[in-house]
């Protein structure tokens, strides 16, 4: 069986096709990756921009990734090496024929003070990057983060929000290794190992995430929650691109068997492809499932091989075979209207019944989440002027399940929107940079219904089990304790090295959260040295 499914690949992968070899790997970040808009939205070419992170050998991104990656940097062999090193090159860069590899150090440290709680906060953050290529089909990249910090009050309230007193995990990071305390304590880090055995097939093992879409969030699989460990591998059929995804990940809130055991792990799964079918129209189709590795019984089942062919859809297997696993599918829209600019679209599909959702009783079974935006480059016609408007919404109990193992999470937090499920949200963002100036604004507005107490669900809690709703029926967005999130936050950076997005900013955050019960608010202003490319959220 397992003999015929690889011939299977073999044989499809070995078709002629005009595709490009790729393996170079860019760290997924939407503040840098809108900066590539420009060639990602436009009409005159057929980029697959809905798979992140982007293999930026790409020839259709190649050239202005380049131009980002040595902006401001000039070339005048006298300067010393510490000028080099600050400003213009990575701290070790070898170039050999046939192998390149570099290094850096990379530091992120803010002070900042957040003015309506009267309460300082900061972040001392050591880290290192090492990645490197070793001929043209083998590419690699590891980064790791030594972190403390004092967060602002509403941060501190999410990573304490579980109800296990132990389990504290900072936002799409990792434990909280203070258990708590006022001072966090974590660490983080990625891995990757990137193959490209053929010019159209790339195969990558690591720990990291994967984003699906062209938002800034995801109702698919987004990049909040923390790495986890996956193969995946991504065919390119001409204007087709197709991945495949086999994740492993935990739940360390699920109720253990004995108290020796170690936290509950599942499986996960999950297939897109994206078809550009034209310059300007693209499709995508996305299905997903998450298992236990052992059952509510204890029974280890550990990797299902049922979901080990890489070109089937899910959804019809799993019905077949009677299981109880959790289900997803989705799909995706792209249409350039203009040159570099785009509107956008997901639907996610969790749980349907028919008769329920066209007579509109609101059943608890009727699960979904759609979103609909636009984003584009030179809006105005000035150049380098980056936008977005995105719209969000999430039906109550979307991405919970009957058994919590099988939810749709890890590691404590959604795969993915931040709020879970019970919401709308209405996010825009600027970009705007001119030499090595960078300017970030954003503005949201959340509408989500939270549970008045422990025993409530109204659906926005995807821990809790969706067949113990408050409602069978009646449900609609909103419902429960009714809140209103308004968030908005403002950044300029100053690029001093752009191999490693290097940078002195400064920031400020207005958050206002409200509901019946409490009014929260936040005014924060910081500033500090940064580095990196990774994806950070604080925006919930």
């Not at 983060?145 to 929000?161: G, L, S």
């Not at 708590?180 to 660490?187: A, C, L, P, T, V």
């Not at 490209?196 to 984003?211: E, M, R, S």
């Not at 969000?392 to 919590?404: D, F, G, R, W």
Request: glycine share 8%.
């Amino acid at each position: 069986m397992k003999r015929k499914l690889l011939g299977i690949v073999i044989i499809l992968f070995l078709c002629h096709i005009n595709a490009q070899a790729q393996s170079n790997y860019l760290p997924y970040a939407y503040q840098f990756y809108q900066k590539l808009d420009s060639s990602v939205y436009s009409n005159k070419s057929r980029f697959h921009s809905s798979m992140k992170p982007f293999l930026v050998d790409d020839t259709l991104i190649s050239r202005q990734y380049q131009s980002l990656m040595n902006a401001g940097v000039d070339s005048i062999s006298k300067r010393s090496w510490l000028h080099r090193k600050i400003f213009n090159e990575h701290l070790v860069d070898i170039k050999e024929k046939g192998f390149t590899a570099y290094v850096d150090y990379l530091p992120d440290l803010t002070l900042g003070r957040d003015f309506s709680n009267s309460k300082t906060t900061w972040l001392n953050t050591r880290g290192y990057q090492v990645g490197g290529t070793i001929g043209s089909k083998f590419s690699f990249y590891t980064s790791g983060y030594e972190n403390q910090a004092v967060f602002a009050d509403y941060v501190d309230k999410y990573i304490n929000r579980t109800a296990n007193s132990v389990i504290y995990i900072v936002p799409g990071q990792a434990y909280d290794r203070s258990f708590g305390k006022r001072i966090r304590d974590w660490s983080y880090s990625t891995a990757l190992l990137s193959y490209t055995p053929v010019k159209y097939l790339n195969i990558a093992l690591g720990q990291d995430k994967t984003f699906i879409g062209d938002g800034y969030r995801s109702v698919l699989l987004s990049d909040f929650a923390s790495n986890y460990p996956f193969l995946k591998l991504t065919g390119t059929l001409g204007n087709v691109r197709y991945m495949a995804m086999w994740a492993y990940m935990q739940d360390p809130t699920a109720p253990k068997f004995s108290y020796q055991d170690d936290y509950r792990r599942k499986w996960g799964v999950f297939h897109y492809l994206d078809w550009n079918v034209s310059n300007k129209v693209s499709l995508g189709f996305f299905d997903s499932i998450i298992w236990g590795d052992k059952d509510e019984a204890g029974n280890k089942r550990g990797f299902d091989f049922n979901y080990g062919n890489p070109l089937i859809f899910l959804r019809p297997l799993e019905a077949n075979n009677g299981s109880g696993d959790n289900a997803l599918i989705g799909f995706t829209g792209k249409y350039k209207f203009v040159d570099k600019a785009a509107v956008y679209g997901q639907f996610a599909l969790d749980e349907f019944v028919a008769k329920d959702f066209f007579s509109n009783t609101g059943s608890i079974r009727n699960k979904y989440a759609w979103q609909l935006g636009t984003r584009g480059a030179d809006l105005l016609g000035v150049k380098r002027l980056n936008y977005l408007l995105e719209f969000n919404n999430a039906k109550p109990y979307t991405y919970s399940e009957v058994v919590q193992i099988i939810n749709y999470s890890q590691n404590t937090e959604p795969l993915a929107h931040p709020f879970g499920a019970n919401f709308r949200e209405v996010v825009g963002i600027l970009n705007y940079a001119i030499g090595r100036f960078n300017f970030y604004g954003q503005g949201e507005f959340g509408h989500y219904g939270l549970d008045a107490t422990l025993s409530d669900n109204y659906g926005k809690d995807i821990f809790k089990p969706y067949d113990q709703g408050t409602n069978p029926t009646g449900n609609y967005t909103g419902q429960g304790l009714t809140t209103n999130l308004y968030y908005g936050e403002g950044r300029v950076s100053y690029i001093l090295n752009p191999k490693y997005n290097l940078r002195l900013e400064v920031g400020g955050i207005l958050r206002h959260e409200a509901n019946a019960q409490t009014i929260s608010n936040t005014a924060m202003f910081t500033f500090g040295l940064r580095s990196s490319f990774r994806n950070l959220y604080y925006d919930f």
